[in-house]
């Protein structure tokens, strides 16, 4: 069965860095598009940054693009997400998730995915 575990989140001072990752499990992942969306309290959920499973493509939310990377490693099973020049806005919950279908990166930024992880917290905050 499809497995998300997120790891990486933290507290982090305006201006820094975190590099989550997404270990997953029960599929493999270069055939599934994967992506990283996020929560703030009181907020709705957010598309992030994700990659498309027919050309690995990469797409990014406005607020995010020029500051985040997405990557993944095929041979790990693993995605990571590279925020730089944190900003206390981008605190949140994020969240891993994945899809076998081959929609959009904007439809999956817009709609999700099928498959979600269970979350790590991003704080930022001086």
């Known amino acids: 069965q499809v497995q998300l575990v997120e790891s990486g989140g933290g507290l982090v001072q305006p201006g820094g860095s975190l590099r989550l990752s997404c270990a997953a499990s029960g599929f493999t992942l270069d055939y599934y598009a994967i992506g990283w969306f996020r929560q703030a309290p009181g907020k709705e959920r957010e598309g992030v940054s994700c990659?498309?499973?027919?050309?690995?493509?990469?797409y990014y939310a406005d607020s995010v693009k020029g500051r985040f990377t997405i990557s993944r490693d095929n041979a790990k099973n693993t995605v990571y997400l590279q925020m730089n020049s944190l900003k206390p806005e981008d605190t949140a919950v994020y969240y891993c998730?994945?899809?076998?279908?081959?929609?959009?990166?904007?439809?999956?930024?817009?709609?999700?995915?099928?498959?979600w992880g269970k979350g790590t917290l991003v704080t930022v905050s001086s």
């Open positions: 990659i498309s499973s027919s050309d690995g493509s990469t």
């Open positions: 998730a994945t899809d076998p279908r081959d929609y959009s990166g904007s439809y999956y930024l817009t709609y999700g995915m099928d498959y």
